[in-house]
């Protein structure tokens, strides 16, 4: 019963939102805000009639639950009321814990943008980036000179790797290969971002790992390695 007068509801909900819909307001409520309202209802309706049933000769059980859940709910209000100042912290964290993931810096300066990122224990600096809209992860490299794909990661990045010409040579671990040329609509890292950033993009076998280099780094204001930390800047 309880589902049918939930799903009542919602129907009649719609209905007036609907011949409504000129005027803005139901009831003295924003469109919007009577929806939700609604559809709270709904809810409460819905999952709250059965709970009671369940419940049944067990007030001590009830409270304990509901005090539980009515806890759990203004902790989750509290969280998004102050999601802008619980980002950062939650960034910092993720960075500590996940290396490569960037961390914003606080640099005092609305027009400037820091990010920093931690050493992996392998000792490289492994960026969480994205090119054209793609997550990729690349290793830092300032002796490349330019950024470069692996044919994966090319292909995620919208790069239809079939037909490209692979002509420009390119040093890797297994000796000379050749790389063809390509340019990115855009390049970030958090929130760093680059437009028209140039690229190469490596044959299959010939990179493991894709490479943030020199094309990318040089336009920013500067970069800096200290110790376990890389410290990017725009």
Sequence with gaps: MSAWIGMGMLVVAGIALIISHD????????????????????LLIFLGVPML????????????????WGL????????????????????????????????????????????RIRKQAD????????????????VVDTGASTIVLNPSDAARAGIKIE?????????????????????????TIGPLSIDNVDALIAKRGALRESLLGM???????????????LTLRS
Aim: hydrophobic fraction near 45%; charge should be positive.
């Design 23 to 42: 005027t803005g307001t139901i009831a003295g409520f924003d469109n919007a805000d009577f929806a939700g309202i609604v559809a709270a209802l709904a």
């Design 53 to 68: 049933r369940n419940y049944r000769g067990r007030f001590t059980g009830a409270v304990r639950d509901a005090v539980f």
């Design 72 to 115: 759990l709910a203004l902790a989750l209000v509290a969280g998004y009321s102050y999601r802008d100042q619980v980002k950062p912290v939650a960034l910092r964290i993720a960075g500590e814990l996940l290396p490569g993931t960037p961390i914003q810096l606080d640099t005092g300066d609305v027009k400037s943008i820091a990010v």
């Design 123 to 138: 000792g490289q600096f492994m960026a969480q980036a994205s090119a054209n809209g793609a997550m990729i992860n690349m």
């Design 163 to 187: 037909g490209l010409s692979y002509s420009v040579p390119v040093q890797t671990a297994n000796g000379t290969s050749f790389a063809a040329r390509v340019r990115l609509k855009n390049v």
């Design 215 to 229: 094309s990318f780094l040089s336009r920013l204001r500067s970069y800096e390695f200290s110790g376990d930390f």
